[in-house]
């Protein structure tokens, strides 16, 4: 009897657990079926994802294995001169013009002269060029030549202002070696403050050759076209706006955009604030003002220049200089704006109709637990303030989720959006 019950009890816990197990199935099951379906950063094929001469070239290959962080695919470089990585298709397409370039100039031959003395210059000093003067000032004059009076304001800059990771060093700049090197960069299509450390050397050879005669800027006929990676890719408006940044001493840049910036009623410590952040090179600061520039008239533009002071890297401060240059393109090309707002980190804009336009310089954009939030919040926020609808503009593509998500929601999608935004004009 005793035996029979222990058995009964047996069965019925079993039951029991069964019964739990299963509802615990149930619940798992349609928690999972309700739960958001969102997308995780994952890896793609090289070959699948770009063109022919982006994959491979005469001085390059891309490894097949691409990572992707949601936003912009990460592509590692075998080349000639070395291995390369580099985070957007963008980067990548710099950097194949920039190999282009190095097998260029290294086909210019330097005086015996000339490589002696770059083999002397150390990284923060150039000791083959410090007996050509003894009086510091006259050397500050003496180096004017060409800029005028604009070097005489620019000199009290240079010692005050930080450098950037790609700039010369200050002896370099003052005694004209600089103004070589951004004549070379402009001759071989590219920038002057590029982080590619091998380019920097060929640039460094080829300029100190030139400024002490062992060639001439213009005897460099093995020129590759190209607009220096400038974020307005393709347009003239990039290559002459590469060729002024190029060829104008950094500290004169840093006073002209601060000029630039005043004009527009900033305030002048978060000018000096943003000018003054190490991550934005010249080149970029110099590109975001003159973008900002092209939005007269909207509101708030100096939230581009707030959100730039929490740039803590290169990377970033590249993302949001492009995204200023999308939007004073849609401002110029699509339609005006009304006004700028913060979109978390970001920035979105307002249209004079009352829609708001994203836009995002981004590879291939996937719909993220973190994306997916950003835009209910926005969504949000539009039904509350009676807003007359929602864009997206951006560089690259989208995900069937994403693009599914967006549409649901009302949203007008436009990938690839280059050449709307930023249409190719040729350079006069």
């Known amino acids: 009897m005793c035996a029979e019950r222990s058995v009964m009890g047996n069965t019925s816990k079993l039951f029991l657990v069964s019964i739990v197990v299963v509802l615990w199935l149930v619940v798992a099951v349609s928690a999972q079926a309700s739960a958001p379906d969102y997308e995780q950063p994952g890896e793609f094929k090289a070959s699948a994802i770009l063109s022919p001469g982006l994959l491979k070239g005469k001085y390059h290959s891309v490894d097949e294995r691409v990572m992707h962080d949601g936003f912009f695919y990460h592509f590692k470089v075998q080349s000639t001169f070395g291995s390369f990585q580099v985070k957007s298709t963008n980067a990548l397409s710099i950097l194949v013009g920039e190999l282009e370039a190095i097998a260029a100039m290294k086909k210019e031959e330097t005086s015996n002269t000339a490589v002696a003395a770059v083999k002397k210059s150390g990284e923060n000093t150039v000791q083959g060029i410090k007996n050509l003067f003894n009086d510091p000032e006259s050397t500050l004059e003496g ?89 307005l890719t393709t347009s003239g408006t990039a290559r002459l706006l590469n060729e002024a940044i190029n060829n104008t001493p950094a500290s004169e840049l840093w006073l002209q955009n601060k000029n630039k910036l005043l004009a527009m009623g900033i305030n002048e410590d978060t000018i000096e604030l943003f000018l003054n952040n190490p991550v934005f090179t010249p080149a970029l600061q110099t590109v975001l003002v003159s973008a ?65 336009v994203v836009a995002l310089p981004t590879d291939y954009m996937i719909w993220s637990q973190k994306l997916a939030s950003n835009v209910e919040d926005m969504v949000l926020q539009g039904k509350n303030n009676k807003v007359a609808g929602f864009e997206i503009w951006t560089l690259g593509t989208s995900s069937e989720r994403m693009r599914s998500a967006l549409q649901s929601r009302g949203w007008q999608i436009h990938e690839q959006a280059q050449n709307d935004l930023m249409p190719q004009k040729k350079a006069k």
């Open 143 to 231: 180096a004017a030549e060409g800029i005028g009076s604009l070097f005489n304001r620019a000199k009290s800059t240079i010692g005050q202002r930080e450098l950037t990771e790609t700039e010369d060093n200050r002896l370099k700049q003052l005694v004209g070696v600089s103004k070589s090197k951004g004549q070379i960069a402009t001759r071989y299509g590219v920038s002057l403050y590029s982080s590619n450390k091998v380019l920097q050397e060929e640039l460094d050879r080829l300029a100190m050759a030139d400024y002490l005669g062992g060639i001439g800027v213009g005897l460099a006929t093995s020129v590759v076209p190209g607009v220096g990676g400038l974020v």
């Open 292 to 356: 900002l520039e092209m939005m007269q008239g909207v509101d708030n533009r100096e939230l581009f220049i707030k959100v730039g002071l929490q740039a803590s890297a290169p990377g970033m401060a590249k993302v949001i200089t492009e995204m200023t240059v999308m939007f004073a393109g849609y401002h110029k090309h699509i339609a005006p704006l009304k006004g700028l707002t913060p979109m978390a980190r970001l920035v979105k804009a307002k249209k004079q109709d009352g829609a708001v």
